[in-house]
């Protein structure tokens, strides 16, 4: 579809730039020749509304034989969506999906009260070099739909929304935003986008969300002539009109947010959630390792191996 001429940004003007609360630089960790990138949770901010765990994956090359092996393990309390710029990851979890996540697709899973799932390169991917790119959130659910039950859902790339013109194309992946709704159920007010932008493309911000943040992927933004370069997150005041303007060499970015949630949430491990007794239930229950009659089940196909609980 095309670009709204509605949505047309104004330059801000002044001291707009104060309208940045926050800018969050990722921690990064060596995983043994695949890099990731934290951005959230961090020390001055906990969550951009409903999201509560940013990280980037990669860009990683691979050599034949090699990959990622995530074991299956546990969540709760949350919702997790892994967007993939390039390459290719191997889903499976103990709803009994068995789903590769691809390029600009949604796969969307809900923990609820519990889920454990995998995540691996395997198969005949693995028998050639490959490369993986790619961003993993976690959306924290609401208290009302912590204990739900786990579910999954897989939305094609060409489902999603997907505006384009005047030099910016935007990928909506999660919630609402510019006028669209992407089709995966979410339990809060959420907005989730992949926007690519060519130089000197402007884009505004959705003004009708409450928290709204931006991680630059590549390239690099102004905000009324500051500029802010790939690998930084911003975090804006609710309310103000905010325009990015891409640099000369363009930009990727995600924009995320939404309404904030009804208090902070408590992290721990693989899970979250609004009390520490929910942690607690939960760790107990993966500690016992009752696959057959407990609250957690191992992936079917995957069921081999898992990841203990940390001692800490």
Known sequence: MSWNPALDPDCPTG???????????PRAHDLGGFEVRRALP??????????????????????????????????????TVTYLYKGKIHH???????????PGAVNWM?????????????????????????IQTWVALPEAAEDAPAAFEHAPKDTLPFLEGEGKEVRLILGTAYGEAAPVKVYSETFYADAVLQ???????PDDHEDRGVYVVSGAITVAGDTFEAGQMMVFRPGDRITLTAGDAGARLMLLGGATLEGPRHIWWNFVASSKERIDAAKEAWRA????????????????????????
């Open 15 to 25: 001291d707009m730039v104060d309208a940045i609360e926050t800018v969050i630089v």
């Open 42 to 79: 961090a020390p001055k901010r906990q969550m951009v509304g409903p999201f509560i765990f940013f990280d980037q994956m990669g860009p990683a090359e691979f050599v034949t034989g090699k990959g990622i092996d995530v074991r299956p393990h546990p969540h709760i309390g949350l919702a």
């Open 92 to 102: 499976r979890d103990s709803l009994g999906t068995d789903q590769w996540i691809e």
């Open 110 to 134: 809900v923990a609820g009260h519990g889920i454990t799932h995998s995540e691996r390169t395997d198969g005949e991917i693995r028998e050639r070099p490959h490369d993986l790119f790619g």
């Open 199 to 205: 130089p000197g493309a402007r884009i505004p911000l």
């Open 289 to 312: 390792g009752d696959w057959a009659h407990g609250r957690f089940q191992l992936p079917p196909g995957d069921d081999a191996e898992f990841i203990p609980l940390p001692d800490r």
